[in-house]
């Protein structure tokens, strides 16, 4: 049973690229959030979206960041142009509905570096 | 607005010694409540979960939590640490109904001295 799984792991990217993080859920969950975790910091909620639909976006920086769950293949995390305040390591996680939403599975992160 | 803090960022036990790492939250609603664990470099491991049931919580690896309401706490113990506990922690809250989105607290970094 794979659990959730993020690609790539780790990501360069020189300043003004686009930076493209997937996440692919666990089997049978519809719900996936991603989080941000800054150098020293806890994570940081960014988005949280079903199959084809965004719920709530209220983390997301309003430029520059995008997010989509599309009905067959994995959530992407977009990131256009970025800039050296982007690295940080990238988490997804995916919940069911069976479990009430209530417990949240962990992908291992992709670490964006921004050069 | 939910708010977790976590007193201590920087926690040291020796071997054998209890583990006890602090975590206060805020929230409007009663709240479900997590620590998770995270070895370097890796993503976060979920060691137990409060969701409104028995108010003393067991998770993996011998840890445990204990709701106080009263408090608006949720620490973390372990009555006999191993080398194996260095890692950071981190307390999150979430309220049912918001999409259950996790707000954390900034970690703890726990070192286990031999």
């Known amino acids: 049973n794979a659990g959730v799984m993020q690609n790539p792991r780790h990501l360069v990217r020189r300043r003004g690229q686009e930076a493209r993080l997937r996440c692919s859920p666990m089997k049978g969950h519809s719900h996936v959030y991603w989080y941000r975790q800054l150098p020293e910091e806890g994570l940081k909620f960014m988005v949280y979206?079903?199959?084809?639909?965004?719920?709530?976006e209220s983390g997301m920086p309003k430029e520059r960041f995008s997010a989509e769950f599309p009905k067959e293949g994995p959530s992407i995390l977009r990131i256009q142009q970025v800039v050296r305040g982007d690295s940080a390591a990238y988490f997804c996680a995916s919940s069911d509905e069976q479990g009430g939403l209530i417990e949240q599975y962990f992908g291992p992160g992709t670490r964006l570096t921004v050069t | 607005a939910q708010s977790v803090t976590q007193l201590g960022s920087h926690v040291s036990v020796s071997e054998g010694a209890l583990v006890l790492l602090r975590c206060n939250y805020s929230?409007?609603?009663?709240?479900?409540l997590f620590w998770y664990v995270q070895y370097p470099n890796q993503g976060l491991q979920l060691l137990l979960k409060?969701?409104?049931?028995?108010?003393l919580v067991k998770g993996i690896n011998g840890f445990e939590a204990e709701f106080k309401k009263s408090e608006t706490s949720f620490h973390l113990t372990k009555p006999s640490a191993h080398m194996s506990d260095a890692a950071e922690y981190f307390c999150?809250?979430?309220?049912?109904?918001?999409?259950?989105?996790?707000?954390f607290g900034a970690g703890t970094i726990l070192r286990v001295k031999s």
């Open positions: 999150a809250v979430s309220e049912k109904g918001s999409g259950n989105k996790l707000v």
């Open positions: 929230s409007s609603v009663p709240p479900y």
């Open positions: 409060y969701t409104s049931a028995a108010t």
């Open positions: 979206l079903q199959k084809e639909n965004i719920i709530d």
